[in-house]
């Protein structure tokens, strides 16, 4: 597999689309342990209208599922990659824990999403996740998910 995956190889692993697709691009890929990924967070993005209007700020939650999609695209691809699922498309979270904020992503940031696999399976998977914009932390979180087809 050829890195960076891009925006086009993305949407062939991922079934989310616009405006729901946070992964830009995946930079660094360990087939079954790590993935990085970045996200240009711009002006433009359509939750900054409401989150906040004087302040533009990426809610966390959207950082958090940024983290997942990234993880996602670890998964589906260790697993397609391994054996005969190559129908598999998608990742559900099952649990969301120790999610902690440090830093506010504002319009300009680029944010890097490194996920790391601490349990991998067929079915379920618990990534640790960081994002960070530059040597800042921004986030971080510890999601368990399970692989659907």
Do not use: C
């Not at 989310?16 to 830009?24: A, Q, S």
């Amino acid at each position: 597999m050829r890195l960076p995956l891009v925006y086009e190889d993305i949407v062939e692993i991922l079934p989310h689309r616009y405006p729901f697709l946070f992964v830009d691009r995946i930079i660094e890929l360990e087939l079954w342990k790590r993935a990085v990924g970045i996200k240009n967070v711009t002006n433009n993005e359509y939750f900054f209208k409401g989150h906040f209007p004087k302040r533009p700020i990426m809610p966390g939650v959207l950082i958090v599922e940024a983290l997942a999609q990234v993880g996602g695209v670890l998964a589906i691809l260790s697993i397609r990659e391994d054996s005969e699922k190559k129908e598999i498309s998608e990742l559900y979270f099952m649990s969301i824990d120790k999610v902690k904020f440090r830093r506010p992503v504002v319009p300009g940031d680029t944010l890097t999403l490194e996920v790391e696999a601490l349990r991998t399976g067929s079915k379920v998977w618990r990534l640790q996740g960081r994002a960070t914009v530059g040597d800042e932390l921004a986030a971080e979180a510890l999601i368990t998910a399970s692989l659907g087809s």
